[in-house]
């Protein structure tokens, strides 16, 4: 599948992540980590983890309403165990679950899973609903968050 949701964002693009669901409050997402985003251990480095996690339950926020962005307020991680890096194209597997939302907030977790089912990481966040970065007019400029 693609990255089409909705959202441009160059970074996400530059690790490669895929979508794969994005509706009713859950997303998948699939990242096969390359050798450049790995630690000095040789595993996925917990920044790229991290990254995937917050676009994992941006996502998922997000897929009850496409229309909206979303800007992250807080997030808690928790590492279990090394995400390895891409052997032989199998990816990482991440899921994401809005667990409540308000008007303007989302409370949302992710998960991230190995090739094998093995959960790697997990982490909780809270997002706020915000209009889309280009304007009625097209222009441009920082999004409003009050």
Not at 36 to 45: D, K, L, P, R, Y
Not at 46 to 74: C, K, N, W, Y
Not at 88 to 93: F, H, K, R, S
Not at 94 to 106: E, F, P, Q
């Amino acid at each position: 599948m693609s990255l089409d949701f909705g959202a441009v964002i160059p970074f996400v693009i530059e690790l490669g992540f895929t979508l794969e669901k994005f509706e009713g409050g859950e997303s998948v997402m699939h990242y096969a980590p390359r050798p450049e985003h790995c630690n000095s251990f040789g595993v996925t480095h917990g920044g790229a983890v991290m990254t995937f996690l917050d676009v994992i339950m941006a996502t998922a926020a997000r897929s009850v309403q496409p229309g909206m962005g979303v800007v992250t307020i807080e997030m808690k991680t928790s590492f279990m165990r090394p995400a390895p890096a891409s052997k032989d194209g199998e990816p990482l597997v991440g899921k994401g679950r809005l667990m409540h939302r308000t008007r303007s907030m989302a409370f949302v977790d992710g998960s991230v899973f190995d090739a094998s089912g093995q959960l790697c990481a997990h982490a909780t966040g809270t997002f706020k609903y915000v209009p889309p970065a280009e304007r009625p007019d097209h222009t441009k400029g920082p999004l409003p968050t009050d």
